[in-house]
């Protein structure tokens, strides 16, 4: 089922901008994306094709199912309270029905780990894309080789280096492997290329050393380790790297790149939006997603301020929400059993249409 399904059939209920749009903080720049909410023809729900969540290829329109809205409503999800809250200038459609939900049953004390937990997650990522940024990868990777070193002495060396001054192929090389000692083997040498001996690592592309077999009465030439802690956790950080780089968004990579502050601008607005939101739901008992300090905000997103300077203002509001919360007159968590019967409810009402 796609999304022109839902408009087709008539089985949306709710339709808006979100993202920047909603929060009033766009540019130029930015793209639009829309949230919504729908519910399942009576076949499909009562029988085994229940779709949760539908969205497009790019991920920037996601319509969630009446039931899989609600469930997130009652642990105050961030994305789906928000939703709940669009400003009316936002709202593209909204059926009747929904008016059986409002967001003061759904806001809670919750709020407090929902909103700041995210936030804390925007910060890691935030501080987790200078890495990237400052340090980017070769895109030639090292093979299994590069973290093989000969044990010399009482040293190492790589054993790139080690087989270059010693004028030997890694080809004719043979391991065997050492009992009860981890990633060690004994590297014997076929100068002759008349024992068939597989290598150090058979190919380029291998994640492993290769194991030879070796005749009796052969003799080791030196002793290898091979690092395969180290290879992994390179292997790990490459795939990683060179999968942000084919997925990342290029115009934000250059602005972050660009103002040469070391984290990234963009995740850090949010951070300090989703806080200062957390904030006054506690305080005031609201939520405002349309914010009313648009500059500041956008001053953040513009590198203008330095990290350290963002995270003493996160640090400060996480402190305010903490003492807040104390004090709040806010409920505990949502009523779950009110909250489900309302469901409960607009579905009788919907299938009985």
Do not use: C, R
């Given at each position: 089922m796609t999304i022109k399904d839902l408009?087709?059939?008539?089985?949306?209920?709710?339709e808006c901008l979100s993202g920047s749009k909603a929060y009033g903080l766009d540019t130029p720049q930015s793209d639009t994306d829309i949230k919504g909410i729908y519910y399942m023809p009576k076949e499909m729900f009562f029988g085994l094709k229940y779709i949760p969540q539908i969205s497009n290829e790019s991920n920037d329109e996601v319509y969630y199912e009446i039931g899989r809205f609600i469930e997130?409503?009652?642990k105050n999800n961030p994305n789906i309270v928000e939703i709940l809250a669009t400003p009316e200038e936002c709202i593209l459609y909204k059926h009747p029905i929904l008016d059986k939900l409002n967001i003061d049953m759904i806001l809670s004390k919750l709020c407090k780990d929902t909103f700041g937990g995210y936030a804390l997650t925007q910060i890691r990522k935030a501080k987790g894309l200078n890495k990237k940024i400052l340090n980017p990868m070769p895109k030639t990777r090292k093979t299994v080789l590069d973290f093989c070193f000969?044990?010399?002495n009482y040293s190492s060396v790589k054993a790139k280096s080690?087989?270059?001054k010693n004028a030997i192929s890694k080809a004719d090389c043979g391991l065997s492997k050492i009992p009860n000692a981890k990633d060690l083997y004994a590297l014997f040498?076929?100068?002759e290329k008349k024992l068939n001996y597989k290598g150090i690592a058979n190919k380029?592309?291998?994640?492993?050393?290769?194991?030879s077999s070796i005749p009796a009465g052969e003799q080791e030439i030196a002793y290898l380790f091979f690092n395969k802690d180290s290879y992994s956790s390179y292997c790990k950080e490459y795939n990683e790297y060179w999968d942000w780089v084919e997925k990342r968004n290029e115009d934000r990579y250059s602005l972050n790149k660009s103002h040469g502050k070391d984290y990234d601008t963009k995740?850090?607005?949010?951070t300090i939006r989703l806080l200062q939101v957390a904030l006054e739901i506690v305080r005031d008992g609201e939520l405002n997603v349309k914010r009313q300090n648009r500059d500041e905000l956008l001053l953040i997103k513009r590198g203008e301020l330095d990290y350290d300077e963002v995270l003493k203002m996160a640090e400060k509001l996480m402190l305010q929400i903490e003492q807040e919360t104390t004090k709040s007159k806010l409920q505990e968590k949502p009523d779950a059993r009110l909250i489900?019967?309302?469901?409960v409810e607009i579905r009788a009402e919907l299938y009985a249409n």
């Open positions: 408009k087709d059939k008539n089985l949306l209920l709710f997130l409503l009652i000969i044990t010399e080690w087989l270059t040498y076929d100068a380029e592309a291998a994640n492993e050393v290769s194991v995740n850090m607005m949010h489900e019967s309302i469901l």
